[in-house]
């Protein structure tokens, strides 16, 4: 069965800070991996989408990796703004039944 | 605009009262899916759609049910709700297989 974990929990960053944000998975059969934001009592905001025989995508300030044979993804935040706290979510397509399965988030907090 | 659509976005019932929470996508997408989120089990896939009249269960679809008459609808139904059902809800849909999922903004249900 597959199972995503993501770590810290929790982290608190100065602003300006360079940050990376990790997330496992335990089955590398995958169709693609997407990382998304979201901010206290709102939806989720699609950040990135990595396919499976991709290993990066970058947009702005943001850089996700993948290496799919040992189950991870990171994704980077350039010179990280108060603007970019919010609780971010990886989430993979299970190549073995076609659902998104997520993980339990990472909630960011940039400090001015 | 493309966006996914959730209506109420709030909604405090009580139990065994029937509800309907609807979702309507704008994006001509054929997939469409239902989850839960809950604190400390992140998001849960409660059923999906792959198009019309075609829909499927998730990983927890007990207790409520979903239909699909026209492409751009998906309503979650719960004919008999009860507090364990105390949820945020989200939509999603996707343009096909092994794209990028995009989220309503959420529906808050408390049952009383």
């Known amino acids: 069965k597959q199972e995503v974990t993501q770590i810290p929990a929790a982290l608190s960053v100065p602003e300006g800070e360079n940050l990376v944000l990790n997330c496992s998975f335990t089955?590398?059969?995958?169709?693609?991996l997407q990382w998304f934001r979201q901010d206290p009592g709102k939806g989720l905001t699609s950040l990135l989408l990595?396919?499976?025989?991709?290993r990066e995508q970058t947009s702005g300030r943001l850089n996700a990796s993948l290496d799919k044979s040992s189950g991870r993804s990171t994704l980077y935040i350039a010179a990280s703004q108060p603007g970019d706290s919010a609780t971010y979510l990886c989430?993979?397509?299970?190549?073995?039944?076609?659902?998104?399965?997520f993980g339990q988030g990472t909630t960011l907090q940039v400090k001015p | 605009e493309a966006q996914v659509t959730q209506n109420p976005r709030y909604l405090i019932t009580v139990t065994g009262k029937k509800l309907t929470v609807t979702c309507s996508q704008n994006?001509?997408?054929?997939?469409m899916s239902w989850y839960r989120q809950d604190p400390g089990l992140g998001l849960r896939q409660i059923y999906y759609?792959?198009?019309?009249?075609?829909?499927d269960k998730g990983d927890v679809p007990e207790g409520y049910k979903v239909s699909r008459k026209e492409k751009r609808n998906f309503p979650l139904i719960l004919e008999s709700p009860s507090p364990n059902q105390t949820s945020l809800y989200f939509c999603?849909?996707?343009?096909?297989?092994?794209?990028?999922?995009?989220f309503g903004p959420g529906t808050r249900l408390t049952v009383l």
């Open positions: 759609s792959m198009n019309v009249e075609v829909t």
């Open positions: 999603a849909t996707q343009g096909a297989a092994y794209n990028e999922q995009f």
């Open positions: 989430a993979v397509l299970s190549g073995n039944t076609g659902k998104l399965i």
């Open positions: 990595i396919q499976s025989s991709q």
């Open positions: 089955d590398s059969a995958i169709y693609n």
């Open positions: 994006m001509n997408h054929e997939y």
